[in-house]
């Protein structure tokens, strides 16, 4: 009597629990390595990543790094010989960063800059010899990230406060002040040399917007603080499928309102158009004129839905922790804070797969 009451609290059970059970079996389950799929991913210092570093990320599921070189580390010898490393934690490179481009030279266009723009545009080539997909890139020379790290929740990160930064921080860098129209056109001759390079090699540049966004730091204008910003290094660009973004949404949740889209207006523009290349993922408490910076799940959006917004424009690129917040007994990669970052990330990710599908 007592076995046929336990088979009958099993089938009914079951039978309770089938349909929750045929509604996932119906829809294809994407794996994390599948090419649709979005990549979780991270990023590291090529110099200083340890083998004990590396085994972390293939214990937490990471299959993609962006590595970031130093000026006299990133030649093809050297890149190569990173990505064979990887390869042996079953790890392979999304995107890199050679320094080249941050040439004061190049950025407020100084004599010599051609020099500095060739040391990039070998380092291109290099990429696409080795089917490395993207270099990531930024232009704001004269930035200022940080007022001061603080503690959030008992976790130490990075605070930007624009009114202590224009009383406390801000000094004029340079011997002068430089406009807009002056950064507008270096950064016309460093992309009109560099990207039919990038399109010859197969690789895609992956611009980051100005963290924070505001219009001018320190005697210099700056370019990507706005949607209009986008727009007209695109237009530069003309019509090559290898200008693009990263994507970073912690800076445009940083600039609020002002940044003429919002996080999912420009994900429908420009990721709907395949204009992402690599996102950027952190949240913050708000906008400016003060944010800290948080964990995924702490800061006033909910990421969720961009990684939803993300995954219904099919994007299938990188998405990387950006910045992550300090726990305590963290150093180096910041091993428990990345831990807790991917993790709710592949929770978002897989949520939004069985609802986008």
Same mark, same amino acid.
């Given at each position: 009597?007592?076995?046929?009451?336990?088979?009958? $609290?099993? /089938? *009914?059970?079951?039978?309770?629990? #089938?349909?929750?059970?045929?509604?996932?079996?119906?829809?294809?389950?994407?794996?994390?390595?599948?090419?649709?799929?979005?990549?979780?991913?991270?990023?590291?210092?090529?110099?200083?990543?340890?083998?004990?570093?590396?085994?972390?990320?293939?214990?937490?599921?990471?299959?993609?790094?962006?590595?970031?070189?130093?000026?006299?580390? *990133?030649? &093809?010898?050297? $890149?190569?010989?990173?990505?064979?490393?990887?390869?042996? &934690?079953?790890?392979?490179?999304?995107?890199?960063?050679?320094?080249?481009?941050? /040439?004061?030279?190049?950025?407020?266009?100084?004599?010599?800059?051609?020099?500095?723009?060739?040391?990039?545009?070998?380092?291109?080539?290099?990429?696409?010899?080795?089917?490395?997909?993207? #270099? /990531?890139?930024?232009?704001?020379?004269?930035?200022?990230?940080?007022?001061?790290?603080?503690?959030?929740?008992?976790?130490? +990160?990075?605070?930007?406060?624009?009114?202590?930064?224009?009383?406390?921080?801000?000094?004029?860098?340079?011997?002068?002040?430089?406009? @807009?129209?002056?950064?507008?056109?270096?950064?016309?001759?460093?992309?009109?040399? +560099?990207?039919?390079?990038?399109?010859?090699?197969?690789?895609?540049?992956?611009?980051? %917007?100005?963290?924070?966004?505001?219009?001018?730091?320190?005697?210099?204008?700056?370019?990507?603080?706005?949607?209009?910003?986008?727009?007209? #290094?695109?237009?530069?660009?003309?019509?090559?499928?290898?200008?693009?973004? +990263?994507?970073?949404?912690? +800076?445009?949740?940083?600039?609020?309102?002002?940044?003429?889209?919002?996080?999912?207006?420009?994900?429908?523009?420009?990721?709907?158009?395949?204009?992402?290349? =690599?996102?950027?993922?952190?949240?913050?408490?708000? %906008?400016?004129?003060?944010?800290?910076?948080?964990?995924?799940?702490?800061?006033? *959006?909910?990421?969720?839905?961009?990684?939803? #917004?993300?995954?219904?424009?099919?994007?299938?690129? @990188?998405? =990387?922790?950006?910045?992550?917040?300090?726990?305590?007994?963290? /150093?180096?990669?910041?091993?428990?804070?990345?831990?807790?970052?991917?993790?709710?990330?592949?929770?978002?990710?897989?949520?939004?797969?069985?609802?986008?599908?």
């Amino acid at each position: 009597m007592l076995g046929q009451r336990r088979q009958f $609290l099993k /089938s *009914a059970a079951w039978a309770a629990a #089938a349909p929750l059970y045929a509604q996932g079996s119906a829809r294809r389950k994407m794996g994390q390595s599948d090419p649709g799929n979005m990549k979780l991913c991270h990023r590291v210092d090529a110099s200083s990543v340890t083998d004990d570093d590396l085994r972390f990320f293939q214990q937490i599921g990471i299959e993609w790094l962006r590595l970031e070189f130093s000026q006299t580390g *990133a030649d &093809f010898k050297a $890149l190569k010989a990173a990505q064979e490393r990887l390869a042996g &934690f079953r790890l392979r490179i999304y995107s890199a960063v050679h320094p080249a481009y941050r /040439s004061l030279k190049i950025q407020l266009g100084q004599p010599g800059r051609d020099q500095d723009i060739e040391t990039y545009c070998r380092f291109l080539r290099d990429l696409g010899k080795l089917q490395i997909p993207v #270099a /990531s890139y930024d232009f704001h020379p004269a930035n200022t990230y940080t007022t001061r790290m603080v503690q959030y929740r008992g976790y130490s +990160t990075r605070e930007f406060d624009a009114d202590d930064f224009r009383a406390r921080v801000e000094k004029r860098q340079f011997d002068r002040e430089y406009s @807009a129209d002056e950064i507008w056109a270096n950064y016309t001759y460093f992309m009109k040399a +560099t990207l039919p390079v990038a399109e010859g090699a197969g690789v895609k540049m992956a611009l980051h %917007p100005d963290d924070p966004p505001l219009a001018k730091m320190n005697g210099v204008a700056k370019l990507f603080t706005h949607y209009d910003g986008y727009r007209q #290094a695109e237009r530069i660009a003309g019509k090559s499928p290898n200008w693009g973004l +990263t994507f970073c949404v912690g +800076t445009w949740l940083e600039g609020g309102d002002h940044m003429g889209k919002d996080v999912f207006q420009m994900i429908r523009d420009f990721g709907g158009r395949g204009k992402i290349f =690599e996102v950027h993922f952190r949240n913050v408490t708000g %906008p400016l004129p003060r944010f800290n910076e948080t964990f995924p799940d702490d800061g006033y *959006a909910d990421l969720y839905r961009v990684i939803k #917004a993300l995954r219904q424009v099919r994007f299938n690129g @990188a998405t =990387e922790p950006d910045h992550v917040p300090r726990l305590i007994g963290d /150093s180096g990669v910041l091993r428990a804070g990345t831990a807790y970052c991917i993790a709710c990330m592949r929770t978002m990710l897989r949520r939004a797969n069985e609802e986008v599908g």
